[in-house]
T-cell receptor
Framework: DAGVTQSPTHLIKTRGQQVTLRCSPK?????VSWYQQALGQGPQFIFQ???????QRGNFPDRFSGHQFPNYSSELNVNALLLGDSALYLC????????????FGPGTRLTVT | EDKVVQSPLSLVVHEGDTVTLNCSYE??????LLWYKQEKKAPTFLFML????IEKKSGRLSSILDKKELFSILNITATQTGDSAVYLC???????????FGQGTTLQVKP
């Protein structure tokens, strides 16, 4: 049983560029949440997708957007990248929008130069 | 503003020691408190606590929640070098699945 998978593992982008990160949830899960973890900090909630809709959103600008597909996989898009967007981006999946048994993926390390 | 604060931020102990990690929170619409262990990238789930005073145990790890004083502790007894990691505390906001994390406690266990 595959757990939560994310791609790519690492990514280097230039300021002003756009990036798309991908997440496949654990089998049986229908909810995907995205978190940004800066170095030395705890993860910060970006948003959650359930039933292909953004259900919850944290304090992130509109440059951060997402999508959930019918197979429950999800994408995180970040436009007009800033140096401060450099972080580990974690995807977590669960069932029915709950935090119970929320499994995290290995993350995508984004570096903006 | 909702917040979760962990202490200490870092800790160095020797194998066999017992450690206590603290987590305090100010979150409106509290639903549950979760502990995670993060070794390299993906945080792995340890405990989920919803009721005060009920200790959860898993091997050498245990945790308890005090909803009156708004804090939780995570205890690790007979520490091993494999316990070295960042321990994250998170509070679930309402019945939403949205987690508010603390900044983490970095634990280093020396042989």
């Amino acid at each position: 049983d595959a757990g939560v998978t994310q791609s790519p593992t690492h990514l280097i982008k230039t300021r002003g560029q756009q990036v798309t990160l991908r997440c496949s949830p654990k089998s049986g899960h229908d909810t995907v949440s995205w978190y940004q973890q800066a170095l030395g900090q705890g993860p910060q909630f970006i948003f959650q997708y359930y039933e292909e809709e953004e259900r919850q959103r944290g304090n992130f600008p509109d440059r951060f957007s997402g999508h959930q597909f019918p197979n429950y996989s999800s994408e995180l898009n970040v436009n007009a990248l800033l140096l401060g967007d450099s972080a580990l981006y974690l995807c977590a999946s669960s069932f029915g929008g709950s935090a119970y048994e929320q499994y995290f993926g290995p993350g995508t390390r984004l570096t903006v130069t | 503003e909702d917040k979760v604060v962990q202490s200490p931020l870092s800790l160095v102990v020797h194998e066999g020691d017992t450690v206590t990690l603290n987590c305090s929170y100010e979150v409106t619409n509290f639903r549950s408190l979760l502990w995670y262990k993060q070794e390299k990238k993906a945080p792995t789930f340890l405990f989920m606590l919803t009721s005060s005073g009920i200790e959860k145990k898993s091997g050498r790890l245990s945790s308890i929640l005090d909803k009156k004083e708004l804090f939780s502790i995570l205890n690790i007894t007979a520490t091993q070098t494999g316990d070295s990691a960042v321990y994250l505390c998170a509070v679930e906001f309402g019945n939403t699945g949205k987690l508010i994390f603390g900044q983490g406690t970095t634990l280093q266990v020396k042989p």
